[in-house]
């Protein structure tokens, strides 16, 4: 059974930064490429950041970038949200996300599993 488990949420201050992890288990996870999503009350889920299982290729959501990092290690099978310079509209639940393919991937329909999810709050 595969099982992704988000930790690192929490209340923060505009401009404060937040790294959430997510660690996998019963995932092959070295060859899974992986995806953090985040949705915010009333809205859609949407894309957020993506890596390729060897960690080299990178996505990310055009609002985040120079902002949020995304990484890995495939050692302790967890994937990271580094969030610098929090905005208030970053106020949302994240969701990590793992596929059975190694390429990193955009769209939420091409994961095959899902954590539980992080609540992110960020205060103006």
């Known amino acids: 059974q595969v099982q992704l488990v988000e930790s690192g949420g929490g209340l923060v201050q505009a401009g404060d930064s937040v790294r959430l992890s997510c660690t996998a288990s019963?995932?092959?996870?070295?060859?899974?490429?992986m995806g953090w999503f985040r949705q915010a009350p009333g809205k859609e889920r949407e894309f957020v950041a993506t890596?390729?299982?060897?960690?080299?290729?990178?996505y990310y959501l055009d609002s985040v970038k120079g902002r949020f990092t995304i990484s890995r290690d495939n050692a302790k099978n967890t994937v990271y949200l580094q969030m610098n310079s929090l905005k208030p509209e970053d106020t949302a639940i994240y969701y990590c996300?793992?596929?059975?393919?190694?390429?990193?991937?955009?769209?939420?329909?091409?994961?095959?599993?899902w954590g539980q999810g992080t609540q992110v709050t960020v205060s103006s």
């Open positions: 996300a793992g596929r059975r393919n190694v390429a990193a991937a955009m769209i939420a329909r091409g994961y095959d599993y």
């Open positions: 019963g995932l092959t996870f070295r060859t899974s490429g």
């Open positions: 890596i390729d299982s060897s960690g080299r290729v990178k």
